[in-house]
């Protein structure tokens, strides 16, 4: 029985937290009352998305919106269809050293998950290799693998698990901001 | 405001006790095969304590029918306990080739006490019989310590009814990391997390369980303490650590580190110090376990498909084990030493094989399509592993020949990654 009175209690003192009412410092003159906050409409230079990250990253119309690469089963070669993919993200990144990159290598669901950890992390490792020979650094890649287990498509047929035989290529901003 | 803060967290507390009973869903066993030869054995109804008897003897003939091996052979009518006078013809008469019978009675502290005694009907001899003291909660326990004496007495092996098991419900978007008796019951959850656990293995002494959580974003390993719910992070470093595996001293775990760039096979002790690099390989090096005879089974693409290999727990050159089809992953040697239990891809279908490491002579043990995670019971006789039934995860014990056959399934999620607890203490 006391339990359930609980939480009675709770909701009543929320209510009555939210519901106090606050003193007018102003002693009552009227606001204007104003749309949009601050009144101020903000404008982005060129370049940059509503979120300041560069457009070249983010419009889905650019090439460098492609952060997938799609791997054949049990492969964790890099495939030719690729090539330029690649080498778009490698000239990005060669010409912004601030930017960074984690690549998450992924597999399908079948088979043993520790051997799907560590085909994940070999599918990763080959995107940066390719990345790292085309002359981005080092220490602007870093790759992991979530294995089988953050599937992108949930299905459990052929369509699904070649969706998740994939790498993905999030950026890092030089301000830290990530992933995107 | 600091009142409200107060009750706030008591009704946290409510919650989360109301959402621990909801999350322990049960384990609900069905057996769908059995052995060619069960040993017809007569369990008389324990006399005494009417409640406690009836949980007692209800887990004993339970365990030893889902075991395969025994035919339970009817007892309505006998009023027996340990040390009622046996007549063997009756009971040979009527087909059983063992009869248990025993009795629970209060001991002076206020605990049970069960007491049987197992005879050989054949013979017209007393086998044995034990006394197990027992708390009024730990009835199904002390069923499980006789169900273990008759089997080891039947069968010359040693039982693993008292045994628990390990394994990972993923149940509305959460991870829980469960620890349940050998049939199921019992279910307690030792780890809830939002992100995926996988990989539990049992220390030898079954005091603590080796793990690999996602919830830094990435894949770490813990050794986390059963009882006192002590976790220590045994290795956390760039890039996956995963895939371990105890020594059979429970000192060192092997584990798999991707930090130089591919996945290799390292052995560290159990509080993270003194690693050692065990294999040197261009490619993919998992799964490591430890056998008795001081060796590491392994998974590797060195030979350009995932195949099992076998190096020295000190490192040095390895030998390829498996050789047919070009899938064969998650090796796990028995405890005896006698076999090993895999994996095996065989025209798309991912199947529970074992290998007899003497002849090399392996054989499919399962006509399912998704089985996964293969772990011996201590006795090396059935192999537990998580498949696929109507599209959810499913837990099944399969025996070392393929012939006995049971599932585990829990109705509100799918359950994976099982680990059989060594035996009991």
């Not at chain 2, 995963?242 to 580190?257: F, Q, Y």
């Not at chain 2, 094989?353 to 002579?361: F, G, I, P, V």
């Amino acid at each position: 029985m006391k339990k359930l009175l609980i939480p009675a209690l709770v909701l009543a003192s929320i209510v009555g937290c939210s519901s106090t009412p606050i003193p007018d410092e102003n002693g009552g003159a009227p606001v204007e009352s104003r749309t949009g906050g601050s009144g101020v409409a903000p404008v982005i230079a060129g370049g940059l998305d509503s979120r300041g990250l560069p457009m070249e990253l983010t419009d889905p119309k650019s090439k460098l919106a492609q952060r997938s690469i799609y791997f054949d089963l049990d492969s964790y070669e890099v495939k030719g269809d690729y090539k330029d993919l690649v080498a778009a993200h490698a000239k990005y990144l060669v010409g912004k050293p601030g930017f960074k990159m984690l690549i998450q290598g992924n597999t399908d669901e079948r088979g043993s998950r520790e051997y799907n950890l560590a085909l994940g992390q070999k599918r990763a490792e080959a995107i940066k290799r390719s990345l790292t020979l085309l002359g981005a650094k080092e220490d602007q890649l870093e790759s992991v693998s979530l294995g089988e287990e953050k599937p992108k498509n949930p299905g459990h047929d052929d369509s699904a698990w070649a969706e998740n035989r994939r790498g993905d290529m999030l950026y890092k901003a030089a301000d830290g901001r990530g992933e995107f | 405001m600091n009142t409200m803060h107060l009750i706030t967290r008591r009704i946290f507390l409510v919650f989360s006790l109301l959402t621990a009973t909801v999350a322990q869903a049960q384990l609900s066993i069905e057996i769908t095969g059995a052995g060619a030869n069960r040993i017809p054995v007569a369990i008389a109804d324990l006399s005494g304590d009417p409640t406690a008897s009836r949980v007692v003897t209800a887990t004993i003939r339970s365990d030893l029918e889902r075991s395969g091996l025994f035919k339970l052979v009817d007892t309505t009518g006998a009023a027996l306990d340990e040390n009622s006078p046996i007549n063997h013809g009756e009971w040979k008469g009527k087909g059983a080739d063992a009869l248990a019978a025993g009795s629970m009675a209060r001991s002076p502290d206020g605990r049970m006490e069960a007491r049987f005694r197992l005879y050989d009907t054949q013979k017209g001899v007393m086998l044995g019989g034990k006394a197990f003291v027992t708390g009024n909660d730990q009835l199904r326990a002390a069923g499980h310590r006789i169900a273990d004496e008759i089997y080891e007495k039947l069968t010359g092996e040693k039982g693993v009814f008292s045994t628990r098991i390990a394994y990972v419900v993923k149940s509305r978007g959460q991870f829980l990391l469960q620890i349940a008796d050998a049939d199921g019951q019992g279910a307690a959850t030792a780890l809830t997390s939002a992100e995926p656990i996988i990989s539990p293995v049992w220390s030898p002494d079954g005091g603590r369980l080796a793990y690999v959580s996602f919830e830094k974003k990435k894949p770490v390993i813990y050794v986390h303490s059963i009882a006192t719910g002590q976790r220590t992070i045994v290795a956390n470093f760039k890039g996956s650590n995963s895939a371990p595996g105890w020594s059979t001293d429970g000192r060192r775990l092997a584990i798999v580190l991707s930090k130089d760039g591919n996945s290799q096979i390292y052995s560290v002790n159990a509080d993270g110090s003194g690693l050692q690099r065990i294999t040197q390989s261009a490619g993919i090096d998992t799964e490591p376990r430890y056998s008795v005879d001081g060796n590491i089974y392994f998974t590797s693409d060195r030979g350009g498909s995932p195949q099992i290999y076998r190096v020295s727990a000190n490192g040095g050159d390895a030998q390829r084990v498996t050789f047919e089809g070009s899938y064969n992953v998650s090796p796990r040697p028995s405890p005896d030493g006698k076999s090993l239990a895999f994996i095996s891809r065989r025209e798309g279908r991912f199947q529970l094989a074992a290998m007899d490491l003497a002849s090399r002579q392996t054989q499919i043990l399962t006509d399912s399509n998704k089985d996964e995670s293969p772990s011996f019971a201590p006795n090396s006789r059935m192999i537990l592993i998580a498949t696929e039934m109507g599209g959810r995860g499913v837990l099944s014990a399969v025996s070392s020949d393929g012939r006995i056959k049971q599932r585990l399934s829990v109705a509100a999620g799918d359950v994976r990654e099982p680990a059989w607890g060594p035996f009991s203490k």
